[in-house]
Each structure stands twice: as structure tokens, then as C-alpha cells.
């Protein structure tokens, strides 16, 4: 007999599962948010979801602290890297992930870990 692939299996109505399953999750977020309330404040929001953006090159220290006291999510100076030696460094790092993928480093409780 034919068995359907997964591929199959989803396309057309939701099944009652994935719809149970729905209900669950919604039923779920309405128990947390009447237990719990306010759901939405414990997202970011500006200022803490900002995307500092420079397109001028330089790096402010105004912008750094901004982003150290969590005050900003990211920094993004556009030119600050001369364009053909980030395009080097970037092929350098992908190689180095692809040999031993230890390109990265984690702050924990016993110092830095790859």
C-alpha cells in the first residue's frame, strides 16, 4: 500500500491534530497573559531594539555605550572596514569555521569557550 510522504501529509486542510495543536498554543497564551499579564512589555522595544546605524564611517563612543548598557541591540557603521579587507577577513573566517569551527568564543562562568 502507499504510504504518503510528509510533504504529502501536509499539503491540503489542517488536520484536526495541527488545529488542536493551535488551540493549545492559543489557549496557552491566553492562560499566561491572565496569570502572568502584560505579555507584550517583556518585549523589546526602542530604545532597546534599536539598530544604531552609521553610514559615515565612524564609531562614536556615544553609540557604544548606548549599545554596552543595552540600550541598542546592534551597531551597524556602514565603511568602517575598508570594503576588500572585510571581504578577506570574511573568507578567512568562514575557512577557519570550516576546519574546526572554533571561530567563536562564549562567555561563561569558567572564562571564554569555543
Given at each position: 500500500?502507499?504510504?504518503?510522504?510528509?510533504?504529502?501529509?501536509?499539503?491540503?486542510p489542517?488536520?484536526?491534530?495541527?488545529?488542536?495543536?493551535?488551540?493549545?498554543?492559543?489557549?496557552?497564551?491566553?492562560?499566561?497573559?491572565?496569570?502572568?499579564?502584560?505579555?507584550?512589555?517583556?518585549?523589546?522595544?526602542?530604545?532597546?531594539?534599536?539598530?544604531?546605524?552609521?553610514?559615515?564611517?565612524?564609531?562614536?563612543?556615544?553609540?557604544?555605550?548606548?549599545?554596552?548598557s543595552?540600550?541598542?541591540?546592534?551597531?551597524?557603521?556602514?565603511?568602517f572596514?575598508?570594503?576588500?579587507?572585510?571581504?578577506?577577513?570574511?573568507?578567512?573566517?568562514?575557512?577557519?569555521?570550516?576546519?574546526?569551527?572554533?571561530?567563536?568564543?562564549?562567555?561563561?562562568?569558567?572564562?571564554?569557550?569555543?
Amino acid at each position: 500500500s502507499h504510504h504518503p510522504t510528509t510533504s504529502q501529509k501536509m499539503k491540503g486542510p489542517p488536520s484536526s491534530s495541527s488545529t488542536t495543536n493551535t488551540t493549545a498554543i492559543r489557549h496557552l497564551f491566553t492562560l499566561l497573559e491572565t496569570k502572568f499579564g502584560n505579555l507584550p512589555s517583556l518585549l523589546d522595544k526602542p530604545p532597546q531594539s534599536d539598530i544604531i546605524t552609521r553610514t559615515d564611517g565612524l564609531l562614536r563612543s556615544s553609540d557604544l555605550l548606548r549599545l554596552t548598557s543595552h540600550n541598542a541591540t546592534a551597531l551597524h557603521i556602514q565603511n568602517f572596514y575598508h570594503v576588500e579587507e572585510s571581504k578577506k577577513l570574511g573568507k578567512q573566517l568562514a575557512l577557519e569555521a570550516r576546519k574546526s569551527g572554533k571561530n567563536w568564543k562564549v562567555s561563561t562562568s569558567r572564562g571564554l569557550e569555543s
